[in-house]
C-alpha cells in the first residue's frame, strides 16, 4: 500500500502544463488495485483462488509501470522519481512472483 500511496502522491506532482486527468486518474486507479487484488485474494477460501489474485496483482502491477514510462517520455516525471518507482515495482514483482 504504501507504494500505491508514493506514485498516488508523484501524481499530484506530475509537472504537466495541460490537465491530462484521465491518464492521471488511470495511473492512480491502476495502482491502486494490485494491493486491491491482494487483499481480494487473501480474503478467498483456496490457496489456488488465492494465487490467481497475486497473477492479477502481478499483472495490475504493468499498468501504472507503463502510464509512468509515458510521463517520463513526456517529461512529466523527474528522472529520480521515475528510477525509485521502477526500482521498487521490481521489488514488488520479485514478492508477487515468491
Request: no cysteine.
Given at each position: 500500500?504504501?507504494?500505491a500511496?508514493?506514485v498516488?502522491e508523484?501524481?499530484?506532482d ?5 490537465n491530462?486527468?484521465?491518464m492521471i ?6 495502482v491502486?488495485?494490485i494491493p ?10 483456496s490457496?489456488?483462488?488465492y494465487?490467481?489474485f ?9 499498468e ?5 514510462a509515458i510521463?517520463h517520455?513526456?517529461?512529466w516525471?523527474?528522472p529520480?522519481?521515475?528510477l525509485?518507482l521502477?526500482q521498487?515495482?521490481?521489488?514488488i ?6
Amino acid at each position: 500500500m504504501a507504494f500505491a500511496d508514493d506514485v498516488i502522491e508523484q501524481s499530484e506532482d506530475l509537472e504537466t502544463n495541460i490537465n491530462y486527468y484521465r491518464m492521471i486518474k488511470q495511473f492512480e486507479a491502476a495502482v491502486t488495485s494490485i494491493p486491491m487484488n491482494f487483499a481480494d485474494g487473501k480474503g478467498r477460501d483456496s490457496r489456488k483462488e488465492y494465487f490467481h489474485f497475486l497473477h492479477i496483482a502481478r499483472g495490475s502491477l504493468y499498468e501504472p509501470l507503463t502510464l509512468r514510462a509515458i510521463f517520463h517520455m513526456r517529461q512529466w516525471i523527474k528522472p529520480g522519481r521515475f528510477l525509485e518507482l521502477e526500482q521498487r515495482s521490481t521489488e514488488i514483482a520479485k514478492m508477487l512472483n515468491g
